[in-house]
């Protein structure tokens, strides 16, 4: 590659971080203003105040909502890491029809939007008395992002991991469960940091299904708040712009912290699925 397509490349490269990153300068230099300071929100204040923050945590009830999302986002990205590598075992190593059809079913499904089962499924969950329960937002989750998560464990156990570890292990009398856990699980940390960094987004950030299943206030998830908080305070940015800077702050952390798996993980994932 030639330098000055080198330099092409990350100029826009640059640029495109640079208009991910606009939104979040403003977002805070808003969020750090008091309400009556009406200058520029390019230009960052030449004070320092937290008061928007503690207001907003307070009159958003951003206790209670944090502790919903987090319990879900957990809850289910942990049966999703359980279930989808356990799952994508047998569906990359066994070569059968049988499995070959329920791997491309996965498949299949992944093109399908979650909203389209959403009538059915909330006439299940109401039959089943189980809405304004954490456990509905965490099976509903899990089903949601299951299939994707099965596509990228088996991607990733095909391409990445030699069969050979799994035959030294059946010589020395290893069970198959023994096998996964002892061997084949520690070595999925690039595509488990991939799906949790997917995952607890996407779960994160879920409105449709929290505002269907969670709708009594005691179980509101922080984008339900949010929405409330965010039509009763239009007209103070800077409160509503502090909430939405504390809400997005736990995925920035989860992403800076598994970044370096996080690509290695997805590309690996990807290919011989």
Not at 49 to 62: G, K, V
Request: net charge positive; glycine share 4%; hydrophobic share 55%.
């Amino acid at each position: 590659m030639s330098s000055t397509k080198k330099w092409i490349l990350t100029i826009i490269a640059f640029v495109i971080c640079l208009i991910h990153i606009i939104p979040f300068y403003i977002l805070a230099t808003t969020s750090l203003k008091v309400s009556n300071d009406f200058s520029s929100r390019w230009v960052f204040p030449d004070y320092f105040t937290l008061e928007n923050f503690t207001r907003a945590w307070e009159r958003a009830n951003l206790t209670n909502a944090f502790m919903n999302s987090f319990i879900i986002t957990v809850g289910a990205a942990i049966l999703l890491i359980l279930v989808g590598s356990m799952a994508a075992y047998p569906l990359a190593r066994v070569k059968t029809k049988l499995n070959k059809v329920v791997y491309y079913i996965f498949i299949s499904i992944m093109v399908i939007p979650p909203l389209t089962a959403l009538v059915p499924l909330y006439q299940l969950v109401v039959n089943m008395g189980m809405v304004n329960t954490h456990e509905i937002a965490i099976f509903n989750n899990v089903a949601a992002y299951l299939p994707l998560t099965i596509f990228l464990y088996a991607g990733f156990i095909r391409s990445t991991i030699p069969k050979e570890l799994e035959e030294a292990a059946k010589i020395d009398g290893a069970s198959t469960l023994g096998i996964f856990f002892k061997i084949i699980f520690p070595l999925l940390k690039p595509v488990t940091a991939t799906v949790l960094i997917i995952a607890c987004v996407f779960i994160w950030n879920d409105y449709q299904f929290a505002i269907f299943f969670l709708q009594d206030k005691s179980v509101h998830t922080l984008t339900v708040t949010l929405a409330g908080f965010f039509g009763e305070n239009q007209n103070n940015l800077n409160l509503v712009a502090a909430a939405a800077l504390m809400a997005s702050l736990p995925m920035i952390i989860l992403f800076l912290i598994l970044q370096k798996y996080f690509i290695a993980g997805l590309s690996s994932g990807s290919v011989k699925g």
